[in-house]
């Protein structure tokens, strides 16, 4: 809703004051993984630094240094800065939970869907694509629609992970790197059931592909695991499993627990290489400098109101400074006036 | 002459001081309740009244309601004196908003001060409030959606004792909890009821955005004001509801105005609320 305003804003660019110049906003990534294990949400600060450092290592080398990378500990905070017209993309991990659930209201759902369709790159873990945490956002910008979550393979060696293997069901330019097949700790993974037999479900609107998928443990060989997607002008990448957690719950003090996925190449690979495409249109060329154009024209227009607030009240105390200094003076000098009265009545007259 | 001189003086120096001192409102009603959702009988009114001793410009009474968060480890038994900022790094919720809005030239917006708490004596809260931002930015449907507000309660040790987030809002869950609500400005008085038909104005449609009730306008002598009513029980509450919104030991309910933007101290409350149901 608030994207939809980014052209009115460009027109009214003129309108902008200093502090919004466009060279001082900077095209913005968000990185907010609340794979807790408590509700309401958590949010896990260690593995969100990891994957913002992992962003930050990869959009660097594409795009250079003008790109920042924000790490979002708020799940309200994360929403609504979808919405700003400066942050191009976001890496997001939801934990889906048994029983668990989670609380996004319907105007949150259709700010989302429609921030991603002006123009946002996104890569969704897990919870983003289960149906009954994120309704419409499974569907429409996170394309899995899962509606049910399967444990992996339990591994006991050379640490206690539990697994799936996920196969390369097509190569695009995510995935031409990446290894036809690799296992990573997936301690469940999203699907859609019933399972299709041939092919994939797949959204009405918008370009989806499936480019791994992997087999679950009650027998089902072939649930996308990993789905590239364009809409509009957003695109996203959302990976069915990497959900971050043990069946011990000492997840928040195992501080490597996360590299059992993040210290395997090929996810790191996929990660990184997801989110360089998905926000690649705004990242680079022409389109990263009117955006952030419009971004200044946005705020300005917005935030203006209230710096005239502010100064008007700085007017304010100032008249009224100003009015006590010359009650003060007038006061003054009818004091000595008085003075002056009363001395020449009592000492000289008298 | 000379304690001539200082007779005037005194008296001219104590008279100019009470004038400049002339508040710009006459405080008529500032009330809210130490708890709620109690089983006993207990006042459910937050209310406040002003009348205009000038003609204003604009006045506004700006309501904000925080519901009580965790310590993060390490805050509690530390004295924190003058860290404001220190403490506040320690909320992702609050560095978040500071570090973004600061990026895009905003930080100047964000209000940080430090009050005493109406009902508590010695403690004092450091409130950190964007809720001007958020009315700015966001379109008023979304008034209901997001934490605007963040504060902690700091006793006479200087010992954190308490965090409080919240939202821009006349009342938590406002739609559920009140059972109504009358905004009176120069002996017009409006009345928003939880379930208003047809002409009547409802709670959860007509109130103003963003808990900022605002007048323009204001002629020396009008009376304006804003009272709630809050239920008694809390029925009908959804679950997803309760639990963001209601479910919390406390709550910090605030109310602040701004005559021609200027905070006035006196007709401002910060009050902390026990949520009686949620300690049985």
């Not at chain 1, 049910?148 to 097509?170: D, F, K, M, N, Y």
């Amino acid at each position: 809703m608030v994207r939809g305003l980014v052209v009115t804003s460009a027109l009214l660019a003129f309108l902008v004051i200093p502090q919004f110049a466009a060279g001082g906003i900077a095209p913005v990534i968000l990185v907010g993984c609340f794979d807790g294990q408590a509700y309401p949400l958590s949010y896990m600060a260690n593995y969100t630094q990891e994957v913002a450092k992992l962003v930050q290592e990869y959009t660097r080398e594409r795009y250079g240094e003008s790109i920042q990378v924000a790490a979002i500990g708020d799940w309200s905070f994360l929403l609504d800065a979808l919405t700003f017209p400066n942050v191009i993309g976001a890496v997001i991990a939801l934990n889906v939970r048994e029983g668990g659930e989670l609380y996004l209201s319907e105007l949150r759902m259709e700010e989302v869907v429609s921030s991603f369709e002006g123009g946002l790159g996104l890569v969704g873990i897990q919870g983003l694509g289960y149906s009954p945490y994120c309704g419409r956002l499974s569907r429409e910008v996170f394309p899995l629609d899962a509606n049910l979550s399967a444990p992996g393979r339990l591994i006991r060696v050379p640490v206690t992970t539990i697994r799936h293997t996920h196969q390369r069901a097509t190569i695009n330019l995510i995935n031409q790197d990446a290894p036809d097949q690799f296992d990573a700790a997936d301690g469940a993974l999203v699907y859609r059931k019933p399972v299709a037999g041939g092919g994939w479900w797949a959204p009405e609107e918008g370009n989806m592909t499936v480019l791994y998928v992997c087999k679950t443990v009650s027998g089902y060989d072939n649930v996308p695991s990993i789905v590239a997607y364009e809409n509009k002008e957003g695109r996203s990448v959302t990976f069915a499993g990497l959900k971050h957690t043990d069946g011990s719950g000492k997840y928040e003090k195992d501080l490597n627990y996360y590299n059992h996925s993040l210290g395997i190449p090929a996810v790191r690979e996929l990660l990184g290489e997801s989110l360089v495409w998905a926000v690649q249109p705004f990242a680079e060329g022409d389109g990263v400098e009117a955006r952030m154009e419009a971004s200044s024209g946005f705020f300005a227009e917005k935030l203006e109101p209230l710096f005239e607030k502010m100064k008007m009240a700085e007017k304010a105390e100032a008249r009224l400074k100003a009015r006590v200094t010359a009650r003060m003076l007038l006061l003054s000098g009818a004091s000595v006036v008085a003075v002056l009265a009363i001395a020449y009545i009592g000492f000289v007259r008298g | 002459m000379v304690a001539i001189l200082l007779v005037v003086s005194t008296a001219l120096t104590v008279g100019n001081s009470i004038l400049s001192k002339r508040p710009s409102l006459d405080l008529l009603v500032l009330e809210g309740p130490d708890s709620l959702f109690v089983s006993v009988q207990r006042p459910r009114t937050v209310s406040v009244a002003v009348r205009a001793e000038r003609d204003l410009d604009n006045l506004e009474f700006r309501f904000r309601c925080l519901l009580q968060g965790a310590l993060p480890p390490g805050v509690a038994g530390r004295v924190w004196r003058n860290a404001t900022s220190e403490l506040l790094s320690l909320y992702p919720a609050v560095q978040n908003r500071l570090e973004y809005f600061s990026g895009v030239g905003a930080e100047d917006l964000v209000i940080i001060r430090e009050v005493p708490l109406t009902n508590r004596e010695n403690q004092r809260l450091v409130l950190v409030d964007f809720g001007e931002i958020y009315s700015a930015i966001f379109p008023s449907e979304q008034d209901n959606e997001s934490l605007t507000t963040f504060a902690l309660i700091v006793n006479a040790s200087g010992y954190v004792v308490g965090y409080y987030e919240g939202y821009s809002e006349l009342f938590t869950a406002k739609e559920y909890l009140l059972e109504l609500a009358r905004i009176e400005v120069g002996g017009d008085v409006k009345e928003y009821l939880p379930l208003a038909s047809g002409s009547g104005l409802s709670i959860e449609r007509d109130l103003p955005p963003f808990g900022n009730v605002s007048f323009s306008e204001v002629r020396k002598g009008d009376v304006l004001g804003v009272t709630l009513v809050v239920k008694q029980r809390l029925i009908d509450v959804p679950k997803a509801t309760y639990e963001t919104r209601v479910a919390t030991p406390s709550f910090v309910e605030i109310v602040e105005t701004f005559a021609d933007e200027e905070l006035v101290k006196e007709a401002s409350a910060y009050w902390v609320v026990l949520n009686g149901r949620t300690e049985e």
